[in-house]
Structure formats: C-alpha cells, structure tokens
C-alpha cells in the first residue's frame, strides 16, 4: 500500500482518492525523540480513546473517522497485529496549525509566565502557581517548526492565515470540545491540564476535527485525586516517562536509550488506567 506518513506513532496509507488508513503503534517519543522501547498496548489504547471522544463531541463538530471495524479495512491490514490499532478515515485537507487548550499553568506556559507574567500575549493574573487553574481556558496556535519544537504564534498571526471567521470558528470549537470532555474526565478523577487539537477542512468546506483526540500522547492527564497546586500533578500520560528521563540525564539523547522493563511496564499502566478511567467505566 502507498504510504502517506510515517509519524512518530503513526503510520498513514492511502485507501483511495478520499480515504487513508491510520495504524497507531506501540511507538513512544519523548522530547522529540523516537524511543527505541515500545510500550505494549499503548496504540489500542490511544485509538480506543479517540474512537470514544469523537462519537462523544459528534454533535460539536464532524470528524474524520468512517469506520473502525476491521472487515471495513484493506485486506493488507486486517491482520491480528492491526486489530484495535487501526482506522478508516476521510482525506481532509488539513489546517496549517496546531490547536493546544490550555486549562492549567504548566509546562512551557509555566516558564514564560514567571518571565513575562502572560503567555502567548495573553496576560495571566499576578502571584499563580505551578499547575494552578486558569480563570478560563486558553486556546494557544501553534506552527510546526523544521527543526525541535513547534513555535506558539498568536491569534492574529493564525486569523491572518485562515481568515478572522475561520479562525474564530476554530478557536470556538477546540474550546467546546474542551470543555465538554473536561467535565466527562473530572468525573471520572482525570483532569485534563491541557490538550492539542488538529482540524481539517472535508470535499464541502466544512471544519472537521482529525489526527487523534484526547490521549495521553496529545494532551496532559492528571490524577484528580492526587492534584495539588505548586507541584508537578501525578499523571496519566507520558509525563512520567520524560520525568524518568530527566532525572536520568537522558531527555533529548541521541541515540535515544532503551527503557528498562519496569519503566515500560509502569508507563503501560498509566495508559491502561487512562482507558480504564475514561472509556470503561460507566
């Protein structure tokens, strides 16, 4: 089959003129750096959770997935190593950005606001901690960059690039599906700290969201429970996996390390409590 993309988890073939087929992996990045350990499961269960969040924001905006069945697949992906990790999807053509919603300071947010008391040219209020709450959430674009990390850039620069409706509809969008599947997860002891969205434009113009939703690889999950200001938050993502690195100096080495087991095996409990959390219980 043709393929598309091969990402850091995902691989992308193409179906035909208006469809591609997305196998997501067992692959794991961290700071930009493909690990040479897979994480058992993690690719099922980072399509089990987009699968769910799409049909549960079905009726905010339209996304890309047609089918998630395998008898619907190409007969070179029906196999058993592709089941559960594999999806149909639109074509769409795809919106130049990234879309990260911000409900917490942390991160990269967290160190431009003790510089300049504001992120992305937003200002923030006086005296707020690590991993403290925002009074709203905030809808930060980014670029791709050609080499490291993507480049944050600012609501005009992005109104200027789509247009001021389109990027308005899209900001208003990435902050509804936010604040939807926030409420969902805090229920279930997940806070969502942060997430990325991608979206795309189908055959009649219309705003479809795509790539994936809600995982642990596009956002920050934090144990709801454990949650304290001024601290780094328990997490259900791959935070712990870059905090073992650092601690271990070896964020950002080339060639990356291999994991020990238990490191893999912890991270694999993380994201199989995420599921656990968000999609089997009732």
């Not at 469809?19 to 897979?38: E, G, H, K, N, Y």
């Not at 919603?101 to 006086?126: A, D, H, I, N």
Request: hydrophobic share 35%; net charge negative; with cysteine.
């Amino acid at each position: 089959m043709k393929k598309i993309i091969s990402g850091k988890v995902r691989e992308v073939y193409e179906v035909s003129e208006d469809r591609l087929a997305i196998v997501t992996t067992d692959r794991i990045s961290a700071f930009d750096v493909i690990l040479p350990t897979p994480i058992t499961d993690k690719g099922k269960v980072l399509n089990s959770l987009s699968s769910f969040w799409f049909s549960y924001t079905k009726d905010i905006v339209k996304n890309h997935m047609v089918s998630e069945d395998q008898a619907d697949m190409p007969e070179e992906l029906r196999g058993p190593e592709f089941e559960g990790r594999t999806i149909l999807v639109k074509k769409l053509k795809m919106l130049p950005f990234e879309f990260i919603v911000r409900g917490y300071l942390f991160g990269s947010m967290w160190k431009e606001y003790q510089k300049t008391g504001g992120f992305c040219g937003t200002k923030l209020p006086e005296g707020m901690k690590q991993a403290e709450k925002l009074p709203e959430p905030l809808l930060t674009p980014s670029i791709k960059a050609e080499e490291g990390h993507d480049v944050n850039v600012s609501f005009e620069y992005m109104a200027e690039k789509l247009g001021e409706e389109m990027a308005q509809k899209v900001c208003d969008t990435a902050l509804s599906l936010y604040k939807r599947c926030y409420d969902y997860a805090f229920e279930r002891g997940i806070i969502i700290a942060d997430t990325k969205f991608e979206f795309g434009l189908d055959e009649n113009g219309e705003l479809v969201v795509g790539d994936e939703v809600l995982t642990p690889d596009s956002s920050r999950f934090w144990s709801r429970e454990a949650y304290k200001v001024g601290v780094s938050p328990e997490s259900f993502d791959k935070q712990y996996l870059r905090d073992w690195l650092t601690e271990n100096g070896l964020d950002g080495k080339t060639p990356p390390p291999e994991l020990p087991e238990e490191v893999v095996q912890r991270t694999r409990e993380k994201y199989l409590e995420c599921r656990e959390r968000l999609v089997t219980k009732g």
